[in-house]
């Protein structure tokens, strides 16, 4: 049934098309499925790569840091110099504009936020819960845990479109500039949840050089996704704290990352980075909620991976088990969906997820017919503030943690839902 253009066939042929579709839909129904592709999580397989690292730290091994400070005991505030040198290598920064912090980079950005709502940031003349309003800026769609941050902390969230190369810059620049309410924005800047897209140099050195209205204007830069690469040819991201010292706005980014989809999500290791007075601001906050973070896994994770190269080495592992998972999906998607003009869809070279785009209108029906079928999607919507995606048309794909079969069986009853959901537009 490829390359059929629904938009050019007559009632009669839509009505059968649908209801072999409806067959086909039917039949999966009837098997009981039970397919969970919600959430980006890799599979065990990929989990089992770094299972050595929970042999490197044990009792019979040396426990203190390069430093000599014991790594069993308080102390090390934001982290073991070794430790800081890697990441610093990954990011892009120099040690002393880091601090490590414990297992999840989404704890980082929600406390990061709820601080500057308490105290405000680096530079602020009043703590941002004092002013009448506070704006982020939102490219969508975009990743559902940020949006729920600001939701919780009554941050009000301003959807603007992503674009092939980054989020709409005439849209930021202007919101930017027009309003000291707008305090900052989320950036996922390489291969972005969900479209994989890699920020671009010129969106980079625009968001770096941009005039804000509020002189204590924060972007979010979420680097979460920073090895994580699937082609052979990965994208480059140019070195946003460096932009922006060259712009002449050394405190506007603060950086996240972790290693939850290098090693273990919610034992891994993360990371913040950014200026050194960025940086030292939330040293002296960081000190009155912790003695210090959990340096044994600092540790281990330090001598599992040693440098950059082992990490790049460790990721090629990584992409080796998940390519062909989302070479399936989108051969299917291509197959399926292709020529008929229902839906469109990135290519991403790294990251977790697929973003499908189908007609107006459908998203969340298709994503209540697939869960009808044994399928669980992301929700429709999450993927934009507050849960709503204006034109119902998002469906947010993490093909990772099924098995080959089961994301096969999923993805052919997405695709039977976004087909029939798109004949009944049609037909309507
Ligand atoms: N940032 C992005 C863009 C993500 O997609 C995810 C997880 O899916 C996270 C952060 C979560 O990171 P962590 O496990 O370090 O809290």
Not at 7 to 35: C, F, G, P
Not at 54 to 78: A, H, K, M, P
Not at 324 to 353: C, D, H, Q
Not at 368 to 388: D, I, N, Q, S, W
Request: aromatic fraction near 6%.
């Amino acid at each position: 049934m490829n390359d059929i253009d629904y938009d050019r066939l007559s009632t009669a042929e839509l009505n059968a098309i649908h209801a072999q579709l409806l067959e086909a839909y039917e039949a999966y129904k009837r098997q009981k499925l039970s397919l969970d592709m919600s959430r980006g999580k890799p599979c065990d397989e990929q989990l089992d790569l770094s299972l050595e690292m929970l042999d490197i730290v044990g009792s019979g091994d040396v426990l203190t840091d390069r430093s000599g400070l014991d790594s069993r005991n308080y102390g090390g505030l934001d982290g073991i110099p070794e430790a800081k040198d890697l990441f610093a290598q990954l990011l892009d920064v120099s040690p002393s504009e880091l601090i490590i912090g414990g297992a999840s980079s989404l704890t980082m950005m929600h406390d990061t936020l709820s601080r500057a709502m308490l105290h405000g940031v680096f530079g602020s003349s009043l703590p941002w819960g004092k002013l009448p309003a506070v704006k982020f800026i939102c490219p969508s769609p975009g990743y559902d845990r940020h949006f729920a941050i600001c939701e919780l902390l009554g941050i009000e969230m301003i959807a603007i479109d992503m674009l092939q190369d980054g989020p709409d810059m005439d849209q930021v620049e202007k919101l930017a500039a027009g309003d000291d309410a707008v305090k900052g924005i989320w950036c996922v800047p390489k291969y972005s949840n969900p479209d994989g897209i890699t920020y671009s140099d010129e969106v980079v050195d625009r968001l770096a050089r941009m005039e804000t209205c509020a002189g204590d204007f924060r972007i979010m830069w979420d680097d979460a996704y920073t090895v994580h690469h699937l082609a052979d040819e990965p994208d480059r991201l140019k070195p946003m704290l460096a932009a922006c010292k060259a712009a002449g706005h050394p405190d506007r980014v603060l950086m996240f990352s972790s290693t939850s989809k290098i090693s273990f999500p919610g034992a891994g290791v993360a990371v913040m980075a950014g200026s050194e007075n960025n940086m030292n601001f939330i040293r002296k906050q960081l000190a009155v909620q912790t003695i210090g973070p959990d340096k044994l896994n600092q540790l281990r994770h330090v001598r599992f991976f040693k440098g950059p190269a082992h990490i790049e080495a460790h990721m090629k592992k990584h992409a080796a088990i998940i390519k062909p998972k989302f070479e399936m999906v989108l051969n299917l998607l291509e197959t399926e969906l292709g020529g008929k003009r229902i839906a469109s869809w990135n290519k991403p070279n790294g990251g977790y997820f697929i973003s499908l785009n189908i007609m107006d209108g459908c998203a969340r029906s298709v994503v209540r017919m697939a869960a009808e079928a044994g399928v669980t999607l992301t929700k429709a919507g999450a993927t934009f503030p507050y849960g709503h995606d204006p034109r119902d048309r998002n469906i947010r794909i993490a093909p990772t943690f099924p098995t080959l079969s089961e994301l096969k069986t999923a993805i052919e009853i997405l695709c039977l839902c976004v087909q029939i959901m798109s004949i009944r537009t049609f037909l309507n």
